[in-house]
């Protein structure tokens, strides 16, 4: 009888301790839904304007007339690409043929001029809402990222808590055990029990669990830099066209070294037999997401944050150029560095 309930004592405490980890456990892997998150409840992306939006910016294409392109060879190559991206060839180079005839300058001229100045400085804010957006989405992906760090943490800390519990309960009733009777072998048996157990929690509390979510990104704002084409306009045209038009220098152009910095993020990060699993989910309306995807995602946009920068780098030539020309007229521009 006695053996019979030291059998029975060893085994609700067994079960009573290892109760709560196989429900964590349960909890991370089974269950019948993932959380949802979906990338437009960050609030980052600007509004994107409609083909028959009244507030969309339409863009001239290059000049095609001759003797009015040749007006725009004084500005650098750099200068030039930005000018022709942000459709501003047909209505510049009529600027400098106009300053450069000689003449009184007319009251066309003083319209052009002041078109031109608005139409710069809302480059400039396209510019200043595209980054805006990409370090805003890439912030939010990576606090979701460490948000699921977090839980893992929070399960190997009560993991490691219920070992500690564990091992005293078991060592306390070993020892109450053999003050009771010091005959038996149950003390020892107990002692053995309890190590085994705080051996099992620790090992698990070392494991690592993925807590995933299903993330949503409908529409996928990096999609049209995989495709090369803007058809929903996600980005402004003068942006975009910055993003894929050749470089006048002969380099790549911005769209092909994030695609190819892409590639290398996703060959280096996740295994061969993954890889083009998760090219897929990157390019797609959403799927399961673990830290390690989501923290690709977190850098593409991180990179397109570069990009659009390097953009901005350029607008500021050609300003700079054109404040050049219109002030120190008769003075071509310093060429940029390579």
Not at 35 to 42: Q, S
Not at 129 to 145: Q, W
């Amino acid at each position: 009888m006695q053996g019979f309930r030291s059998k029975w004592a060893l085994g609700c405490l067994f079960v009573a301790a290892c109760a709560p980890v196989h429900g964590n456990a349960r909890d991370a892997h089974g269950a019948s839904r993932l959380p949802e998150l979906n990338e437009v409840d960050f609030r980052c992306a600007r509004e994107p304007m409609r083909g028959d939006s009244p507030y969309r910016m339409p863009l001239a294409r290059e000049e095609t007339d001759p003797e009015l392109a040749a007006q725009l060879a004084v500005l650098p190559p750099r200068a030039r690409r930005a000018a022709l991206a942000a459709g501003l060839e047909p209505l510049l180079s009529r600027i400098l043929f106009e300053r450069n005839s000689g003449g009184e300058p007319s009251f066309a001229l003083i319209e052009r001029e002041h078109e031109l100045e608005l139409r710069l400085n809302a480059l400039s804010a396209q510019v200043l809402a595209v980054e805006f957006e990409a370090r805003c989405t890439s912030d939010m992906i990576e606090r979701t990222a460490v948000g699921l760090g977090q839980r893992e943490q929070s399960r190997q800390l009560t993991i490691a808590a219920v070992s500690l519990v564990v091992v005293a309960a078991l060592g306390t009733a070993a020892g109450a055990w053999a003050l009771l009777d010091d005959h038996s072998h149950g003390p020892i048996v107990l002692g053995i029990v309890g190590s085994g157990a705080a051996t099992g929690l620790g090992a698990m509390a070392l494991t690592h669990e993925t807590h995933p979510v299903r993330f949503v990104h409908t529409p996928n704002r990096l999609t049209p830099l995989e495709r090369g084409r803007d058809p929903d306009h996600l980005y402004p045209t003068f942006v975009f066209r910055m993003l894929t038009f050749p470089d006048p220098l002969g380099a790549p152009s911005p769209r092909d070294v994030l695609l190819d910095g892409w590639q290398q993020e996703l060959d280096g990060t996740l295994p061969p037999r993954e890889a083009a699993a998760g090219s897929a989910l990157l390019r797609g309306d959403g799927g399961k997401y673990d830290e390690t995807l989501l923290a690709l995602r977190a850098r593409r946009y991180q990179q397109l944050e570069l990009s659009v920068q390097g953009i901005a780098r350029d607008l500021e030539l050609l300003h700079r150029s054109l404040v050049r020309l219109f002030t120190m007229p008769g003075s071509a521009p310093d060429k940029p560095q390579p």
